[in-house]
């Protein structure tokens, strides 16, 4: 519960959990008082705060926090003004890659302290897009269609899957990571041992660099 709420609506919390609406709303309250907090912010806090944004309201924020919501818009309000200018670090690659598929472009310069053009830039670098679920939301669509897969790119996907990675083949269809991986698990296609033993590789290079 305390992991879910505020991250996902209430009805799919309920089902998953296998309570009503009504329990999961009482069990919320008694979880996260209001305005319990008062203060300076801490770093923890902040990087709670960026993690829900854009997810829930601010008055659902605040909630979480402990925090009274004019607080909580006003702490929005300062981490909208931070631009920086330095390189993307690891983690921040990793939590746009978390993130971009169920956030705005402006929620996400607010977590990120980024320019819209270096966050799409960054989305195009790593064929992320947004989840069909979330564009249905924001656009009160009642359905997404999304380009189905020609023959070609199929051909295309059966034949390099095993052997290259899945960023390198969405960047060749110009299709998401995730629609190259979706597509790949519905025909039951794996990646070759190779390729696996080479991605292990890859991700020791990565922790013993960081």
């Known amino acids: 519960m305390k992991a879910l709420w505020g991250l996902r609506d209430e009805a799919v919390i ?4 296998n309570r009503p609406v009504a329990s999961v709303r009482r069990m919320a309250e008694k979880l996260f008082p209001e305005g319990v907090r008062r203060g300076p912010w801490t770093a923890a806090e ?3 705060l960026k993690r829900y944004l854009g997810a829930s309201p ?5 909630r979480v926090l402990g925090r009274d919501v004019e607080e ?5 309000l300062d981490l909208g003004r931070i631009r920086r200018e330095e390189e993307w670090s690891r983690e921040e690659i990793a ?23 270096e966050i799409e830039a960054r989305a195009k670098e790593y064929a992320l897009s947004k989840d069909k679920a979330f564009l249905r939301k924001i656009r009160g669509e009642s359905a997404t269609r999304m380009p189905r897969w020609t023959q070609q790119e199929i051909d295309v996907l059966k034949r390099d899957y095993p052997s290259r990675s899945n960023l390198d083949i969405a ?13 790949a698990h519905n025909l039951g296609l794996k990646k070759s041992p190779d390729r696996l033993r080479a991605m292990g590789r890859e991700n020791v290079s ?3 660099e960081k």
């Open 58 to 62: 601010p008055e659902v924020i605040a």
């Open 72 to 76: 909580v818009q006003r702490q929005i």
């Open 206 to 208: 990565l922790r013993y």
């Open 14 to 17: 309920a089902r998953q959990l």
């Open 46 to 48: 902040v990087l709670r």
């Open 95 to 117: 939590e746009l890659k978390r993130l971009y598929g169920t956030r705005t472009t402006e929620d996400l310069e607010v977590i990120f302290g980024r320019s819209s053009e």
């Open 171 to 183: 960047r060749e269809l110009g299709r998401s990571v995730k629609s190259v991986v979706s597509k």
